[in-house]
């Protein structure tokens, strides 16, 4: 278990890469994104900062937890839609999923409202990393014209069953430009 009682693994704001140099497309490894109980390895494996820092195959893999929560933030553009998606795969030994709600949550700005969307992908993940929500379902959200805070803040939770749950890998998450 990591030294003192902050269960939460805190991002690292170096770990969120920009494909094209913009503020257009943004990717968020393992390292980037806030894991509840993150900081202890009984529940989650996140890779170090020294053993990541080239490593494109950095993933974060669930040991056990039954309050799923991994989060990120970034700072958008106005007048600009984005989608989000998140790249994961199950391990061979993945259990506690069937019939746990797992949703991807996003909203613009500290007081922003939540947009929310069940990752049905979730029941029958395969072991290849895999894009949620699919492209035929895409999650987006707009950034509007006015708007002061223009922080996007999303999410991937399973909070509400109460059952323990085993075997994901968070490989990244990726926002970038709706057009």
């Known amino acids: 278990m990591a030294s003192g009682s902050n269960p939460l693994q805190d991002a690292e704001d170096d770990a969120i890469s920009r494909p094209n140099g913009d503020d257009k497309h943004f990717v968020f490894k393992p390292r980037a994104l806030n894991?509840?109980?993150?900081?202890?390895?009984?529940?989650?494996r996140i890779p170090s900062r020294t053993s990541s820092l080239s490593n494109d195959d950095e993933v974060a893999e669930l040991v056990k937890v039954c309050w799923l929560e991994v989060t990120g933030s970034v700072q958008l553009n106005p007048l600009t839609s984005y989608q989000i998606t998140l790249t994961l795969s199950f391990k061979g030994d993945a259990s506690g999923w069937s019939g746990s709600p797992v949703f991807m949550t996003a909203k613009v700005g500290k007081k922003g409202k939540y947009k929310w969307k069940k990752l049905k992908e979730l029941e029958n993940l395969p072991k290849e990393?895999?894009?949620?929500?699919?492209?035929?379902?895409?999650?987006?959200?707009?950034?509007?014209?006015?708007?002061?805070?223009?922080?996007?803040?999303?999410?991937?939770?399973e909070v509400w069953s109460g059952k323990?749950?085993?075997?994901?890998?968070?490989?990244?998450?990726?926002?970038?430009e709706k057009k």
């Open 35 to 44: 894991f509840v109980w993150g900081n202890d390895s009984r529940y989650w």
């Open 129 to 157: 990393p895999t894009e949620v929500p699919s492209n035929d379902e895409p999650f987006v959200v707009y950034v509007p014209e006015g708007q002061i805070d223009t922080w996007l803040y999303f999410g991937l939770y």
């Open 164 to 176: 323990w749950k085993r075997g994901l890998r968070v490989h990244q998450a990726v926002i970038k």
